[in-house]
Nanobody, 119 residues
Framework: QVQLVESGGGLVQSGGSLRLSCAAS????????MGWFRQAPGKEREFVAA????????DYADFVQGRFTVSRDNAKNTIFLQMNKLKPEDTAVYYC????????????WGKGTQVTVSS
């Protein structure tokens, strides 16, 4: 398994930007498809973005609407989520996950980083 630690969250005004990072331990990081999920208070955890093991393929939730970009640096065992044009409804705890086979739920999850967007 891989251990994941997210960072980069914080408080930002509506329309602002944040860049989240997720640092992974383990020499097999580059073999994992990785993702970002988020969970707002009182809501279920939801998919935000994903990136393939090579970085050649990405996927986004519809609500991202071109505002977020997921990327990775396998040499540094790190993935990123660049978030622009943030909205108050983006307020949530953001988690990165290393997918286990075809299952996100069964993968390795970080503890999350809080993102708060003020109006």
């Amino acid at each position: 398994q891989v251990q994941l630690v997210e960072s980069g969250g914080g408080l930002v005004q509506s329309g602002g930007s944040l860049r989240l990072s997720c640092a992974a331990s383990g020499r097999t990081f580059s073999s994992y498809n990785m993702g970002w999920f988020r969970q707002a208070p009182g809501k279920e955890r939801e998919f935000v973005a994903a990136i393939s093991w090579s970085g050649g393929s990405t996927d986004y939730a519809d609500f991202v609407q071109g505002r977020f970009t997921v990327s990775r640096d396998n040499a540094k065992n790190t993935i990123f989520l660049q978030m622009n044009k943030l909205k108050p409804e983006d307020t949530a705890v953001y988690y990165c996950v290393a997918r286990a086979g075809s299952s996100w739920a069964a993968g390795s999850w970080g503890k999350g980083t809080q993102v708060t967007v003020s109006s």
